[in-house]
């Protein structure tokens, strides 16, 4: 069974730093990972798609990387802005079964 | 194209009773999939329904049971609800199961 995990469960950081969020997961067996942003009480936006084959994608300010023999993937989220106030999940989706997998995610607060 | 849409968008019921939630997937995908998420918890997966069929199921009690109808739109009944029930309830759509895109949920409290 995939479990995916995200450290740390919050983060807090003044406006202009870099943000480094970080999702692990025990089965490599997966077809994509996909980060997702959240805002409270609302649904999931999708930000960024990693193919199992791909090590990293970019949009914008945003930067998702994949290490798929580690179980690892790491969004890097720059120069960090207020409106990037949210929490952030990351999904693994399993080539065995086409379940996706969350992590709990990771609450960002960009202080101004 | 409207994107993947709910209805209701808020819902309180009683414990017991039985409770439908609707689902209409972005317009060109053919499989939803249904999530129950938690206050501070992520998503966890209920089923997915691909050509009207259940094609994955996580580990959800029968009370949690689904329909898809010929134009792709879902369908998720929970019956004899129970307060662990209360939770937002996500729709996603997709083509064949890969990327998903997900709609706004519906929240649903049970007293």
């Known amino acids: 069974k995939q479990e995916v995990t995200q450290i740390p469960a919050a983060l807090s950081v003044p406006e202009g730093e870099n943000l480094v969020l970080n999702c692990s997961f025990t089965d490599s067996a997966i077809y994509n990972l996909q980060w997702f942003r959240q805002d409270p009480g609302k649904g999931l936006t999708s930000l960024l798609l990693i193919q199992s084959s791909q090590r990293e994608q970019t949009s914008g300010r945003l930067n998702a990387s994949l290490d798929k023999s580690s179980g690892r993937s790491t969004l890097y989220i720059a120069a960090s802005q207020p409106g990037d106030s949210a929490t952030y999940l990351c999904?693994?989706?399993?080539?065995?079964?086409?379940?996706?997998?969350f992590g709990a995610g990771t609450t960002v607060t960009v202080r101004a | 194209d409207a994107g993947v849409t709910q209805s209701p968008t808020h819902l309180i019921k009683t414990r017991g009773q039985q409770v439908t939630l609707r689902c209409s997937p972005k317009?060109?995908?053919?499989?939803v999939s249904w999530y129950q998420q938690a206050l501070g918890q992520g998503p966890q997966f209920i089923f997915q329904?691909?050509?009207?069929?259940?094609?994955q199921r996580g580990n959800f009690p029968d009370r949690f049971s689904g329909h898809q109808f010929p134009n792709y739109s879902s369908e998720l009944n929970v019956n004899a609800l129970l307060l662990g029930d209360s939770a937002l309830y996500l729709c996603a759509s997709s083509l064949t199961g890969f990327e998903q895109y997900f709609g706004p949920g519906t929240r649903l409290t049970v007293t």
């Open positions: 317009s060109g995908h053919d499989t």
């Open positions: 329904y691909y050509e009207e069929e259940e094609r």
């Open positions: 999904a693994a989706l399993s080539s065995n079964d086409y379940k996706l997998s």
